[in-house]
């Protein structure tokens, strides 16, 4: 038998085996429950009718109209203000905000020095 009779057999071979794998991800990829990645995405009646509502407004400012805000500005309320001004004076004083540990850097640490 001469080499090029083997490698065709070879050939042949792996082919069937490259056959049998593609049956086995066929096969496996229908049991799979998770999420495709193809496919429309949905998204709400809500949500399409923000979009449509602000692309509205877009229109009319550019045409010259007066634009009225369907939604109401979100504000911080008083307890998140005073959470996020305390945190940013620890930080301005060197402080971590969630532990009152002084920050010290190695090359500036006063104990490493010789």
Do not use: F, Y
Request: with cysteine; net charge positive.
């Amino acid at each position: 038998m001469d080499i090029i009779a083997l490698l065709k057999a070879e050939r042949d071979k792996a082919a069937q085996q490259v056959n049998a794998l593609d049956a086995a991800i066929r096969a496996l990829s229908g049991l799979s429950s998770g999420r495709r990645l193809h496919g429309p995405r949905k998204m709400s009646a809500a949500a399409r009718a923000r979009i449509s509502a602000s692309q509205k407004a877009r229109w009319a400012r550019t045409r010259g109209h007066k634009v009225v805000s369907i939604a109401p500005k979100r504000r911080i309320s008083a307890a998140g203000l005073a959470r996020i001004r305390a945190a940013q004076r620890a930080t301005a004083r060197g402080l971590s905000p969630s532990r009152n540990v002084k920050k010290s850097l190695p090359c500036c640490d006063a104990r490493s020095r010789n």
